[in-house]
């Protein structure tokens, strides 16, 4: 197997595992956060945000691996680490949303639950 495709495997089964483990984990999840957020719209969000977060941050870290490079390989892996550069403005991009709704969140008037 090329060097291209051993990449591209580590990547696909780190997807996997990650997958996998959102579907196990969303309907606990989703509990628990109805019980917190006071209505399910609230909890749906977060819901979905930590879902972004359980696949999108393993894949980035699996796009860190870099094997042995030859010279016909290097314009590959720089590619791929740009990619990697941008998941992870993505991913700070979604780490600032959160924290300012998480803020207003924890200010914000709750509607009593009756």
Known sequence: MNMIGIYLLQ???TGFISLA???YFRP???RILTDLCGTPERAQFWVVFANIFLLALPLVFSMGYHPQQKESLVLFFSVTQQIRNNLLGLIFALLVI???V???ALIAPH???K
């Open 11 to 13: 990547i696909s089964i």
């Open 21 to 23: 483990v959102v579907i």
């Open 28 to 30: 606990h999840l989703s």
């Open 98 to 100: 959160g924290s300012g």
């Open 102 to 104: 998480s803020f207003f």
């Open 111 to 113: 509607p009593s639950v």
